[in-house]
């Protein structure tokens, strides 16, 4: 989470982290407690996140370290940015793009959004993980808490890269290797997986194209097309069950959003498009057909 929305108190001044000044305690995330933090080097604002003591010790600290730097050789609009890895005092710190926005869950607190713009974030996700995968990076926790929309608009995908040390990257990992381990507290985590994490088995780029094809779902019909009452009960839907079309939940849909969601959602990797590049293109022909109905004078009748 890089920037959260809500803040706790101000709490004034911290002391620092390095070349950080803390600002303010905003939240804590998978990785650690969040602050807002000002670069003394640089001015910039950032969101820095303190891992914990004990998170990775011995050979995983250098792994949690190359998974770090693997993040933050990716630029792109749409992801925010890893500006920095380090240590102080013994202890690893993240320097984030600080967002200012609301993650997509709190956008869909009150239902569905409009179709038009529920694809057209979908189609800047898409963008953000046709980026990462070029360059072999996989989110593999993509859900509503991992994308915010910004104040101007826009998408900023959180936290790419790092899902072995996130509580959703844990719990999804827990989930496919043993579903009754799990509590309900998983459910807004495993409402996302693909059918191969609920299986416990390998994921590549396709993983992150279906967890977006269950976020984009639930944006244009206001419900997980999985959602049941235990976590052990959602992955069972999510590896047998095929969701509702999504134009018999709201008809004002066209048949191509349909077509376009039935494909990303299959259980099968190989029928999912292929890329992220792909996806995107399909979402914005989707969003281009929507405006022009849209524009469509009405016909008069007799």
């Given amino acids: 989470m890089s920037g959260e929305v809500t803040r706790d108190r101000a709490i004034g001044d911290l002391g620092a982290v390095a070349h950080y000044n803390l600002l303010e305690r905003v939240g804590e995330g998978g990785l650690g407690e969040v602050y807002r933090a000002r670069d ?41 940015t890893l500006f920095d890895v380090g240590h102080h005092d013994e202890r690893l710190y993240l320097a984030y ?65 790092m899902s072995i040390w996130t509580r959703g990257g844990q719990v999804r990992a827990l989930a496919g290797a043993a579903p009754g381990s799990v509590g309900t507290d998983a459910l807004p985590v495993v409402a996302y997986m693909s059918p191969e994490q609920a299986r416990g088995g390998r994921v590549d780029h396709r993983t992150d194209l279906f967890s977006l094809g269950v976020i984009l ?3 244009l019909t206001g419900v997980n097309p999985y959602a049941a009452g235990d976590p ?57 057909l929507m405006e022009g109905n849209a524009a469509e004078p009405a016909v008069a009748r007799p």
């Fill in 40 to 80: 003394t080097s640089t001015g910039r604002t950032v969101a820095l996140k303190l891992v914990p003591f004990g998170l990775a010790e011995g050979q995983r600290w250098q792994r949690l370290m190359d998974d770090a730097r693997a993040a933050a050789g990716l630029s792109h609009p749409n992801i925010a």
């Fill in 97 to 161: 793009e600080f967002v200012q926005g609301a993650t997509l869950r709190q956008q869909m607190s009150g239902g569905g959004m409009n179709a038009g713009h529920a694809i057209a974030l979908a189609a800047q996700v898409a963008d953000a993980l046709a980026e990462a995968h070029s360059r072999g990076v996989v989110h593999k926790d993509l859900r509503p808490d991992t994308v915010l929309e910004t104040m101007k608009g826009s998408v900023k995908v959180l936290d790419f890269g």
């Fill in 217 to 219: 779902y639930e944006m």
């Fill in 232 to 288: 052990a009960g959602i992955l069972v839907r999510i590896t047998q069950d095929e969701p509702p079309v999504p134009s018999t939940i709201d008809p004002g849909l066209p048949k191509m959003v349909d077509l376009v969601l039935s494909r990303v959602l299959s259980r099968d990797p190989g029928m999912r498009p292929d890329t992220a590049v792909k996806l995107a293109a399909e979402l914005r022909r989707c969003g281009a």
